[in-house]
């Protein structure tokens, strides 16, 4: 069987790039070049599958989605750069500082003291890179 | 160094039962004293640090906060129990039936497939639960 | 943004379902239909991106991607249901019985005993159900 | 290469399964005749490596290992069958029911409640099963 | 409902702070600082939870206790900050370096080699910078 | 009970050595002198375990294992230090680039993005230094 054919000009990658761009603002061209220049099916993959297939359903707004995502990466304890670009999404989806903190608090509950402090201490980075960038965050033009 | 003194008629105590009971409902008294009869130290510790010190908090709305660590036990694997004890306080709290399968599905990214799985079926069968219960989830009133 | 259309006639979907059958076999349909009783698109993603993206490349042989999800599912400890499928999968896509309880074994030295010894033993009750279902596991036909 | 020969009359073998008799008690034969029906590979390095070469060193007593061990399959969150043989195996090697809670209580701090009250649950089961087989459980002599 | 109102100067509190300091010595007041600057309800739950619930209860000597969460932290691979402060506290608590890398070691059959690995190399770093602090760890004055 | 007596210069532990040099290269001897600076134990068991005991079984080839443990390292996400080793011993056993970048890009279906993202920035990294070095890799003598 031969290996499936991948348009990036399709309704499809189109889709997940725009919405990449909405919630990682403009490092998500970069973030899909680095990858794909080791693998663009990898890439391919990233951009259509959580983006174009499962951030654009209605059923949740962005800024729920995001804290949910910011809550399971802190419970994996491991995956801090990804992390880092989904606290950068909360915010830009409209989420307070107070409510991305107050998530990584909740979780010291399910996950314990070291993964929740892992994420806190990477929230604050996060913050102070955001107030040395002097970019104020403002939720996504609808 | 002596050992705390608890009481369960103290101000934090009560505060985190009565957090308990809009989340858990019924089952919640039950949960706690199987929990207490093995070791009263888990129980309290159970009671008043997650319920009475971050729930309570108002930062975050309940369905919010619930949506959060259903993704949150999705992603760790192994949570089945407490996470069908989630999804029933998500329902609770607010979220439909369609919500909480779609925290699920969105973790798919970030947790893969065996892990989003595991916790698709477990609501599937809570959803199945409910319904043979015959008691409509009502949101708590406020 | 309006919710992406599936169109389970595409050749990206049959592709997936061609190639989850040649994996799990005759238990692949009630598979998915399972999932898709209570979320259709759980149950697209499921279908077009691991089995119709991912697996369906020739840079590997079928026995070795089997061999890599045996490894993977063990090291996870808790991934018991998806580990079930895989093993079978293994087992129709060429690889031994032995070279399986071989990956498991070598896991050991990634997991340590009690994931590894989880994955060991649910090897051998799949093992026992095929010897009771008296199926010979044969590689598919190319 | 050859495979490795395995001498199960070996002063290394021997060793081994003393070590794990001491801790696992009558169980331990049938619990490594199972492993080995499916891989004498396993079952080799199940008993040689950690029962011969990290238990019986004298840097630490049995106790503290076995606590230690409980933390660790706590924390885990599924490695249950093995935390079972463990809680067993400490209160063999003398600590009380009452220190086994307590170390599962403490792991709260470190890997949330889900996790710790899966092993709680565990423990109050093992006792339950304990005080139903009228086994006193005592240090073993030395 | 109200948020709980924190009160440092109670008796939970400093007995808390009383308990950090005796585990984590001269920095337990700057560790606790830096995340009260970003969370005071982290801060909060981080004091009066696992060092003034937990960690004073008399059941468990201080050493077993450490030992205990050095095995918990080297399983979970990813807690490599906290494990550093708790290798520092299982010294000043009166366990030998020997004893840690003892557990470490023991951990190799519960975690595998990767986790393990990272414990070792972060456990000699530690004792690298203390041979360069020239500080003898010695255990606390009861 | 003594603890066990190791001997450097026996068959177990020179076939380790011999196979530990086989997969990782120049780098095997330095590898194991720093563990064994810290632990004799841990390189001791380190050498004789997975390498002598697991590696040089016949059952499967070692290019088949190495990207087994690709994968395996892959899910766990945290071991990078560990995957760095195996991405280069698996492209000294065989193994193309393409070939570990795909083993890679499957994990996405069992780990999710964020753990296989970090292996596949991991990946990119140890290529690059590969083509710093102008050494090109390549399989052993048999």
Redesign the interface.
């Known amino acids: ?4 054919v991948h348009d990036e000009n399709s309704e ?1 990658y189109q ?1 997940g790039m ?2 990449i761009c909405k919630q990682l603002g403009p490092m998500a061209d970069a973030y899909i070049q ?2 794909k ?3 663009p ?2 890439a ?3 951009v259509t ?2 983006f ?9 707004d962005l800024k ?2 995001e ?13 801090i ?3 880092k670009l989904h606290i950068r999404a909360a915010l830009r989806c409209g989420a307070s500082r ?2 991305v ?18 994420a ?2 990477t ?2 980075s996060i ?1 102070e890179d955001l107030d040395g960038e002097g970019t104020p965050q403002k939720p996504p033009a609808k």
């Open positions: 069987m031969s290996t499936p499809l889709r725009e919405e680095n990858i220049s080791l693998s099916e990898f391919w993959v990233n599958f959580p174009a297939e499962l951030y654009t359903r209605n059923v949740l729920t989605r804290l949910c995502t910011v809550a399971a990466l802190t419970v994996q304890g491991f995956s750069p990804e992390l107070e409510e903190v107050e998530v990584i608090t909740q979780m010291i509950a399910y996950c314990g003291f070291p993964a929740a402090t892992n806190l201490l929230a604050k913050f």
